[in-house]
């Protein structure tokens, strides 16, 4: 049992080591790629990710435990990558000066809400329809962040911070 243990926790530092790489990664190339096209990218990775997680349930072993793992490791480096890194960035970069600092506690409390939902709302997703439905909503969810930040995009990459206040 405890050598179970120990794999497992093995196992979960590997996976989130990713989040630490990812974000690393997201500071390295932010200014180079441009922040809409990393959490663009980010959202999709994690879409693809997610669909890696579901398709193991019609999977056998050994293939089962490397779609989950894999799935994970990806959603986890691309999270961080886009959605997480970007999504700070980019809310107290669009707002004009003079509301900056409402602008992105305005976004950032949203994020919380959505966090704070998500703990209530996951676990009665999970009982009522099961692992399939919810992966393959986060799967929808994922895309759907990726077409949203594409459709109403504001690139701040190599634009002066007072500009944007104009």
């Known amino acids: 049992m405890i050598a179970r243990d120990i794999e497992a926790a093995k196992g979960a530092a590997l996976v989130d080591t990713l989040l630490?790489?990812?974000?690393?990664?997201?500071?390295?190339?932010?200014d180079?790629?441009?922040?809409?096209?990393?959490?663009?990218?980010?959202?999709?990775?994690?879409?693809?990710?997610?669909?890696?997680?579901?398709?193991?349930?019609?999977?056998e072993e050994p293939a089962r435990t490397l779609l989950l793992f894999g799935g994970f490791m990806i959603f986890n480096?691309?999270?961080n990558l886009g959605p997480n890194?970007?999504?700070?960035?980019?809310?107290?970069?669009?707002?004009?000066?003079?509301?900056?600092?409402?602008?992105?506690?305005?976004?950032?409390?949203?994020?919380?809400?959505?966090?704070?939902?998500?703990?209530?709302?996951?676990?009665?997703?999970?009982?009522?329809?099961?692992?399939?439905?919810?992966l393959a909503a986060l799967v929808v969810t994922s895309l759907l962040g990726a077409l949203v930040t594409w459709w109403f995009r504001i690139e701040t990459r190599g634009v002066n911070l007072e500009e944007i206040g104009r």
């Open 20 to 30: 630490i790489v990812g974000i690393l990664a997201a500071v390295l190339l932010t």
């Open 32 to 59: 180079r790629v441009g922040r809409i096209r990393l959490q663009v990218l980010g959202f999709i990775g994690c879409a693809v990710g997610l669909g890696l997680a579901l398709g193991q349930a019609h999977a």
């Open 77 to 79: 480096f691309m999270t």
């Open 85 to 134: 890194a970007q999504t700070y960035l980019l809310a107290g970069e669009v707002f004009p000066t003079n509301i900056r600092g409402k602008g992105a506690g305005f976004a950032a409390s949203f994020a919380k809400m959505g966090a704070v939902i998500t703990a209530f709302v996951f676990p009665l997703v999970l009982a009522g329809a099961g692992t399939d439905v919810l």
